[in-house]
Nanobody, 126 residues
Framework: VQLQASGGGLVQPGGSLKLSCAGS????????MGWFRQAPGKEREFVSG????????FYVDSVRGRFTISRDNAKNAVYLQMNSLKPEDTAVYYC????????????????????WGQGTQVTVSS
């Protein structure tokens, strides 16, 4: 599975962005997916995750209520709608896929994801 994240950019505080993650391969729709971010000098952290069907969604507390994860398996895509953005949301955002079909465990664990995209920069600044 190859993943490619896009949609990042520069936005003012309070603004919105929608990130997209395009995946290849027939198994994409059966994998749990996650969004992570990494700010300069910090470790990569979990932002949001979604199981293969889209029925279960997970968020880190700092983005809950502001970010929404979704997926369209027919398009091999996962999205992250980010609203009410704050300067502390500034980071490189990565999408990732767990590698076991129809099984999603520990969404917040970096080590449980096998496939990673290249990252897209999100900068929130006035």
């Amino acid at each position: 599975v190859q993943l490619q994240a896009s949609g990042g950019g520069l936005v003012q505080p309070g603004g919105s962005l929608k990130l997209s993650c395009a995946g290849s391969g027939r198994s994409f729709g059966s994998y749990g997916m996650g969004w992570f971010r990494q700010a300069p000098g910090k470790e990569r952290e979990f932002v949001s995750g979604i199981n293969w069907s889209g029925a279960s969604k997970f968020y880190v507390d700092s983005v809950r209520g502001r970010f929404t994860i979704s997926r369209d398996n027919a398009k091999n895509a996962v999205y992250l709608q980010m609203n009410s953005l704050k300067p502390e949301d500034t980071a490189v955002y990565y999408c990732a896929a767990q590698g076991t079909s129809h099984y999603y465990t520990r969404p917040e664990s970096v080590g449980d994801y096998v496939f990673w995209g290249q990252g897209t920069q999100v900068t929130v600044s006035s």
